[in-house]
């Protein structure tokens, strides 16, 4: 049975920190996986997809890697700011199923 | 292009009471899934559709929770009678089918409150 483990579960850095979520999986057959972000009282919102056949997305501050063999992600973000502040969640789909997911990492930027 | 619609966007009810929630998914999208989070915790599939049919439904608490997809578009996801610990944020998303690239949207939830 796949489980997803999100490492730290809060973080509080200072603005301007570059800081690294960590997340793993312990089935290595996965086909996505996907880094959300959730603010207070809102839905989910995608911030980056990585294939089983890649190695890591960029968006703008943002850089997602995955080491599949290892059952492994990491979420760099960088020059972090206090928009940043929100709960992130990693998750992972095997053959299109529905998506299995971390708690997550509670991420707080001060100013 | 519109995104994943819910409604209502809070409720709070008795326990023993009933309660239902409506999505409408993206224009197009064959797949439909409603996941339940408890706060504290990452989202939880609830029950998985391809089109009107049922792909997935085996954490679906079946004494009390129900779900349908009539015509294969919009869901109704139904509790009777709701628990104490059925309080979460329930979650719908879509995607365009089930799949290797097929990247799941979702909805803002229903958050319910059971007391």
């Known amino acids: 049975k796949q489980e997803v483990t999100q490492i730290p579960a809060a973080l509080s850095v200072p603005e301007g920190e570059n800081l690294v979520l960590n997340c793993s999986f312990t089935?290595?057959?996965?086909?996505?996986l996907q880094w959300f972000r959730q603010d207070p009282g809102k839905g989910l919102t995608s911030l980056l997809l990585?294939?089983?056949?890649?190695r890591e997305q960029t968006s703008g501050r943002l850089n997602a890697s995955l080491d599949k063999s290892s059952g492994r992600s990491t979420l760099y973000i960088a020059a972090s700011q206090p928009g940043d502040s929100a709960t992130y969640l990693c998750?992972?789909?095997?053959?299109?199923?529905?998506?299995?997911f971390g708690k997550g990492t509670t991420l707080s930027v001060s100013s | 292009e519109a995104g994943v619609a819910q409604s209502p966007r809070y409720k709070i009810i008795e326990k023993r009471q009933s309660v239902a929630f409506w999505c409408n998914p993206i224009?197009?999208?064959?797949?439909l899934y409603w996941y339940q989070q408890i706060l504290g915790q990452g989202p939880k599939l609830l029950i998985q559709?391809?089109?009107?049919?049922?792909?997935?439904d085996s954490q679906l608490p079946k004494d009390r929770f129900s779900a349908e997809r009539l015509k294969g578009v919009d869901s109704t996801l139904k509790i009777q009678p709701a628990k104490l610990e059925d309080s979460a944020v329930y979650l719908c998303?879509?995607?365009?089918?089930?799949?290797?690239?097929?990247?799941?949207?979702f909805g803002p939830g229903t958050r319910l409150t059971v007391t």
């Open positions: 998303a879509s995607s365009f089918s089930h799949g290797v690239l097929y990247e799941q949207y």
């Open positions: 089935d290595s057959a996965i086909y996505n």
């Open positions: 990585i294939q089983s056949s890649q």
């Open positions: 998750a992972v789909d095997q053959a299109g199923t529905a998506l299995i």
């Open positions: 224009s197009g999208h064959a797949t």
């Open positions: 559709f391809q089109n009107n049919g049922v792909v997935d």
